[in-house]
């Protein structure tokens, strides 16, 4: 570790030198300047409260006529400033931070604030120039010039300015939605390509090797990432329930380039082995660290493992990791890729006609040459995200110790499943959710001090829709949790029944002006559009319709919403109760899995076999919709 440390610092300060010498070529900075002009002109929208935090800053600094544009672009190329600033980094200036668990006990200081022990050492001059003697012998340069700086920002004329998505192309291989630039008039462009492969998540063992072949891709790409991140185009690859997906916003210009590039990448993959060990070592550490997760975060998780029909335990994901080998993903990813249906979406700055020839290209790498892996996936294959469906009038529970015996801490999530997407109760749920929100947080939090977490949010899986309460608590253990969310819900009863028609017209208001929002950006508006297509529902204009579902809206029928489905006792109700027990409520957990369920319960003692038992919702994958050919 301290020859790591050693190689580093004896790096750096060769790259320094390097710099001292050859000076800054007038092109860095021509680099610069366009990247800091293109930025500052092209901006994203962003919160007002960032954007005053922002000018805030500046005028301490700045004077008057430069508080909007100073920080954001340089002023003029100035080699000798340069020159002086980089003759002042020398060894003797040179203060190195360094952080580790070898010095446990060689310390003799301690920081007032959190205890930490420290230590300050002066490193002599010769041991510096040891280090930079001895740096490996790298061949260091100057970077080559940035090819994703855009050039053309041009905006295109595009005829049919549509303002949902519309599929262009549909073949045996992917299909191409659609949405032209219509708000933001920016020279910007948002994809998002999902590889369908059923292989790729139908055991622990895939969906391991599925996420390590992402990692090590995105790994290979780091040659690229940061000349592309600079020069605005963002990309990420990252493992899905269905496959992998990859995702790329950024300007239009260049981002042909980056796309072929991560196509390439795809198309000619191999497994560099020494790059799989470290992948293999991160992860490990990741699925280690899993439980010392915090307990309303484990309870969440095991919520999402018992509705989500094809996921696997984290334990039996760490089992398989530990096992495999390079030679595992090389003949895994043939066999995941054998299967292929890309699900692609472009919006913004892009015709209709360039969209359809990148996708048409990417087939062409993928799946129509002479070496390629990608074979079409038959439609009887497509995957489908299902959720299991809950038994009226029946409260499920799960309890469980938290995997980190030392934590204190306890947690409920205290879920209420009520329908499937569904447009007039989707505006019954949300208003519900609005009008609850503040009083299960003042009673659960302020009042009765469960807990510093304590929270009423809406839940959606996949298009099955409910109310979630966490809460996360020393004070009580998760049983009791559970009954206080019961009894805030029978006074929230009596609130809701005597709600003054005021009140509710001004939350119903309140919910249609969040509604009305504008997008920010083309990253917002594309999150929206894409979430209708990965789920099948195609609902481009839910805003619309539900703003005028809210505008007929009548307080009786939130009423008679929340007495069928929410409060105690609802006929339609649907209970999931995800109970983990912290170290102070050890006791409370042996009594509670040792006791008979309550009348009107059932409680989970196997998450797989429940899940296997139970029927699903449908899938709205595959409908019609709203697509245009």
């Known amino acids: 570790m301290i020859e790591h440390m050693e190689d580093v610092v004896g790096l750096l300060f060769r790259y320094i030198t390097l710099l001292q010498t050859s000076g800054t070529p007038k092109w860095i900075f021509d680099e610069l300047l366009a990247i800091c002009e293109t930025g500052f002109h092209y901006r994203d929208k962003s919160p007002p409260s960032n954007y005053v935090v922002n000018i805030s800053s500046n005028m301490q600094i700045f004077p008057p006529e430069d508080w909007l544009i100073a920080s954001s672009v340089p002023s003029k190329f100035s080699p000798d400033a340069i020159q002086k600033v980089l003759n002042e980094l020398t060894t003797e200036n040179v203060r190195i931070f360094w952080e580790s668990k070898l010095f446990e006990g060689h310390t003799d200081l301690t920081e007032p604030w959190y205890g930490t022990s420290y230590c300050v050492e002066a490193v002599p001059p010769s041991i510096m120039q040891k280090w930079v003697e001895n740096a490996p012998n790298e061949d260091l340069h100057l970077p080559k010039p940035n090819i994703f700086i855009p050039t053309d920002l041009s905006l295109k004329n595009v005829e049919e300015k549509t303002s949902f998505p519309c599929m262009l192309r549909k073949t045996l291989f992917s299909r191409l939605w659609y949405k032209p630039d219509t708000m933001f008039f920016t020279p910007k462009v ?63 210009d260049k981002m042909r380039t980056l796309l072929d590039t991560v196509i390439g990448k795809i198309a000619d993959f191999e497994v560099k082995i020494d790059r799989f060990s470290v992948i293999k070592e991160t992860m490990t550490k990741g699925y280690e660290n899993f439980k010392f997760r915090q307990p309303y975060q484990q309870a969440m998780y095991n919520c999402t493992l018992i509705l989500e ?107 209420i499943q009520i329908h499937q997407d569904d447009l007039k109760q989707n505006v019954l749920l949300q208003l519900l959710a609005v009008v609850a929100k503040q009083p ?190």
């Open 440 to 629: 299960a947080f003042h009673q659960l939090r302020s009042v009765e001090q469960l807990g510093y977490i304590a929270l009423l949010r809406q839940r959606n899986d996949s298009g099955v829709r409910g109310l979630q309460f966490i809460i996360q608590s020393t004070v009580k253990d998760p049983s009791n949790l559970d009954a206080r969310v019961e009894a805030f819900l029978n006074m929230f009863e009596v609130t809701l029944h005597e709600m003054p028609d005021a009140e509710f017209k001004s939350n119903v208001n309140a919910l249609i002006d969040m509604k009305r929002e504008k997008y920010k950006n083309i990253r917002e508006e594309s999150a929206f559009f894409w979430g209708e297509i990965s789920q099948g529902t195609l609902k481009f204009d839910r805003k619309e319709a539900e703003i005028a579902a809210l505008e007929e809206l009548k307080k009786e029928e939130l009423i008679e919403f929340f007495d069928n489905h929410v409060k105690v006792g609802a006929p339609e109700k649907k209970i999931l109760s995800i109970q983990i027990y912290g170290g102070l409520h050890a006791s409370e957990y042996e009594k509670i899995v040792h006791d008979a369920p309550p009348p009107h319960s059932h409680r989970i003692t196997d998450i797989f076999s429940f899940r296997r038992s139970r029927p699903l919702y449908g899938s709205f994958k595959g409908g019609a919709g709203q697509m245009k050919l």
């Open 190 to 252: 948002f994809i998002k390509m999902d590889f369908h492969c059923p292989l790729s998540n139908s055991s622990p063992e895939s969906s391991v090797l599925t996420d390590v072949f992402t990692r090590l891709l995105m790994d290979y790409l780091n040659d690229y990432a940061y000349d592309a991140e600079v020069a605005g185009l963002y990309y990420a690859v990252r493992p899905n329930d269905t496959g992998f997906q990859v995702t790329m916003v950024g300007y239009n």
């Open 309 to 415: 029909e094809q996921t696997w335990p984290w334990d039996e994901e760490l089992a398989a990791l530990s096992n495999l080998e390079a030679r595992n993903l090389e003949d895994f990813l043939p066999r995941m890729l054998a299967k292929t249906f890309i699900e692609c979406y472009f919006a913004g700055n892009i015709e209709p006609s360039e969209a359809e020839s990148v996708v048409q290209h990417i087939e062409g790498i993928l799946f129509n040459s002479s070496t390629s892996v990608c074979k079409s996936l038959p439609p009887s294959q497509h995957l489908t995200k299902r959720i299991v469906k809950l038994e009226r009038g029946l409260r499920y529970y799960y309890p469980a110790m938290c995997l980190n015996q030392q934590d204190e801490n306890s947690s409920l999530l205290h879920y």
